[in-house]
Antibody
Framework: QVQLQESGPGLVKPSQTLSLTCTVS??????????WTWIRQHPGKGLEWIGY???????YFRPSLKSRVAMSVDTSKNQFSLKLSSVSAADTAVYYC???????????????WGQGTLVTVSS | EIVLTQSPGTLSLSPGERATLSCRAS???????LAWYQQKPGQAPRLLIY???SRATGIPDRFSGSGSGTDFTLTISRLEPEDFAVYYC?????????FGGGTKVEIK
């Protein structure tokens, strides 16, 4: 079955860029029409959707983060990535990659999640 | 953006009891785009319900979802020990997708 795994630095300095990669296994990132998504969870808090990327490269981001977010996809490696620039302590969170289902499966819902990775912003 | 308000914040119940969790939206949400998740400490959320009332693959039938418009409910008919966790609702009827603040179901 499809599995997701996040990877990247666990510590980022303020004002720098947070970079994470999600590796998809057990299925192709290019098939099925899924949206590949990043979601974060601040310590002890709720969930915040960051944005998604389609295998073609089209993206949609949370308006409040749009100026600092970039996403990319590498279909040859079956990976997609997140970059968040100019980070501050407020960006400290567990970052999850997730798959958003299609109209034929679980429309609008996130049916597969990575285990999450904690990113701390600190000098 | 659509704000989802979950209540109660904490629900203290015993195994075998019925749990009723509420999710209220600041504006109407298409039923096709209301989901519920379960999250245990140190784990990623797990999809339970999508489309307001459809169970995700492998989810036991003690979990059920209902509602429409601005009011949605997740019901756990008889709590099992493994059901004590935090539950989140999520909508994608409006952009961006948003989550509720969560309801913690704890052992009484």
């Amino acid at each position: 079955q499809v599995q997701l795994q996040e990877s990247g630095p666990g510590l980022v300095k303020p004002s720098q860029t947070l970079s994470l990669t999600c590796t998809v296994s057990g299925g192709s990132i290019s098939s099925g029409g899924y949206y590949w998504t990043w979601i974060r969870q601040h310590p002890g808090k709720g969930l915040e959707w960051i944005g998604y990327i389609y295998y073609s490269g089209s993206t949609y981001f949370r308006p409040s983060l749009k100026s600092r977010v970039a996403m990319s996809v590498d279909t040859s490696k079956n990976q997609f990535s997140l970059k968040l620039s100019s980070v501050s302590a407020a960006d400290t969170a567990v970052y999850y990659c997730a798959r958003e289902g299609t109209a034929m499966t679980t429309p609008g819902a996130f049916d597969i999640w990575g285990q999450g990775t904690l990113v701390t912003v600190s000098s | 953006e659509i704000v989802l308000t979950q209540s109660p914040g904490t629900l203290s119940l015993s195994p075998g009891e019925r749990a009723t969790l509420s999710c209220r939206a600041s504006q109407s949400v298409s039923s096709s785009y209301l989901a519920w998740y379960q999250q245990k400490p140190g784990q990623a959320p797990r999809l339970l319900i999508y489309g307001a009332s459809s169970r995700a693959t492998g989810i036991p039938d003690r979990f059920s979802g209902s509602g429409s418009g601005t009011d949605f409910t997740l019901t756990i008919s008889r709590l099992e020990p493994e059901d004590f966790a935090v539950y989140y609702c999520q909508q994608y009827g409006g952009s961006p997708p948003t989550f509720g603040g969560g309801t913690k179901v704890e052992i009484k």
